[in-house]
């Protein structure tokens, strides 16, 4: 049984700062490439950063200078440090975590359940 488990969110004013954090547990043979999405009301989920095992990190446009990805592989965890904060950074923000749970068991993807990010103006 796998868990992944979002928490950090919250309300900020714009110009603020929050930081994200995202745990994986269970029995995890190897954890690949995390990721943050977010979802916004009446828009489509959207990848905002993601980072590989080796570290190598990709961020979408709108946020790169400002959002910084990380993650510590001892703890299973993964980071989002959000600076500058905007209201249109405002989505619910959900980890996602590829793991093998067996070394045959392919890529499997998890997500948490999302923790909110309000940004006010």
């Known amino acids: 049984q796998v868990q992944v488990v979002e928490s950090g969110g919250g309300l900020v004013q714009a110009g603020g700062s929050l930081r994200l954090s995202c745990v994986a547990s269970?029995?995890?043979?190897?954890?690949?490439?995390m990721g943050w999405y977010r979802q916004a009301p009446g828009k489509q989920r959207e990848l905002v950063a993601s980072?590989?095992?080796?570290?190598?990190?990709t961020y979408v446009g709108s946020v790169k200078g400002r959002f910084t990805i990380s993650r510590d592989n001892a703890k299973n965890t993964v980071y989002l440090q959000m600076n500058n904060l905007k209201p249109e950074d405002t989505a619910v923000y959900y980890c996602?975590?590829?793991?093998?749970?067996?070394?045959?068991?392919?890529?499997?993807?998890?997500w948490g359940q999302g923790t909110q990010v309000t940004v006010s103006s």
């Open positions: 996602n975590a590829n793991i093998w749970l067996t070394l045959s068991s392919g890529n499997l993807y998890y």
């Open positions: 269970g029995t995890i043979f190897r954890l690949n490439a």
């Open positions: 980072i590989d095992s080796g570290g190598t990190t």
